[in-house]
Every structure is written in structure tokens, then in C-alpha cells.
């Protein structure tokens, strides 16, 4: 991978290393046909690694985030960072570190920062995708808004995918779990792996036989 190592590591965030090398590889699939988009890039940390193989197809990342902070990371929740917290404007806003960490990745010309609610991108949106990242918000109404507003935009043969699964409630949260089973239920895609919470799917395309799921 094209990707500073130190820098990923220096990058605040969620995504595993391993899961981190899956986007690599997805979107450098995915990119050499479509451009890529990830829904809820925090500081940057899945932008490194879509970013990076984006880059190497001479391909472009649409990355939403409204920068704001998820539910989890606002001041009293679990994963508030202080750090992340404006107190001039009295919210959390990672727009910031976010600018700083493409920056230092020199992939300004790759990822195009999307300031806003997912939803709205979506509203008038008309360029086939051949990959989506499903990781803003986790209540469900969020993921079922990602999910339903982005969908239909990947092209057949790209691919969906979605972190923070955990078939175990005791684990994590339940919203992106049933939104990758509404996925895999919907019939137009099929499973494609599962790296620790990431789940990779793709979209069938015309005349496909389905596939044994395992």
C-alpha cells in the first residue's frame, strides 16, 4: 500500500488495521471503473487507505461527513474526544483534523470533502459509484437513511460496504448489523467477506447466477 504508516497510526479513529488493508483492496478494485464515496470520514483515518487507492487509479473519493460528530461523540457520550471539541462554537467539529490529515497524505486532488448530511448529498446525485463506505452515524435511522439514500448508486459488479458489525449485541451496536442483513435480504447483493466489522458486498449485476452464501 501506498500509505504512510505512521501517519495512520498518528490519525485519530476507529478502523482497524486489517480492515483498513480491506479498503485498500476493495476500492483499488473498485476505482479502476467508478469513483468511490465513504460516509463518515471523522478525521481521515478511511480516507488514508480509500484515498490512497483512489489515488493509484488516477480516480476520485467523494467523502461525507458533516464533521460535527457522530451520537457516540458528543460531550458526555462514550467516545467524546476533548480534542475534537470547539468550544468557540460549542460543538464537536473534525473538519479540521480531517483537512490536515489529506493534506499531509498529498491526496487533495483524490478526495473531494463533502460537508453535510449524507441524505442531501444524495438528493440529486448522478454518478454511478463503484464502491460505498457506510460508516457515519449509528443509530438506525441514520444507517437506514445511508443505506437507502446510497444503494442504488452503486454501479453492477461495486460493491457496499459496512463497518462496525457485531452479531453480538454485547459487542457493539445493532444498526449497521441490520443493515448489512437488509443488504444481503434485498437480493441484489452478495457477500463478498467479512474482516473483523467490516462487511464487503457486491452488487449483482444483470443476469447474475446467485451464489451459495457462506
Known sequence: MDIDI???????????????KCLYDTALRASRTAPCLEIGSYCGKSTLYLGAACKKNSSILFSIDHHKGSEEQQPGEEYFDPELFDAQIGRVDTLRMFRKTIESAGIEDTVVPMVCKS???ACKWATPLGL???D???SIESVFSDYNSWAGHIQPGGYLLIHDIFPDPTMGGQAPYHIYNLAMASGLFRKVSRVKTLGVLRRKKCGEIPEEIF
Open 136 to 138: 457515519g452515524g449509528h
Open 6 to 20: 505512521k501517519l495512520i497510526n498518528d490519525t485519530k479513529g476507529f478502523l482497524d488495521e486489517e480492515e483498513g
Open 132 to 134: 460505498v463506505f457506510i
Open 119 to 121: 441524505e442531501v448529498a
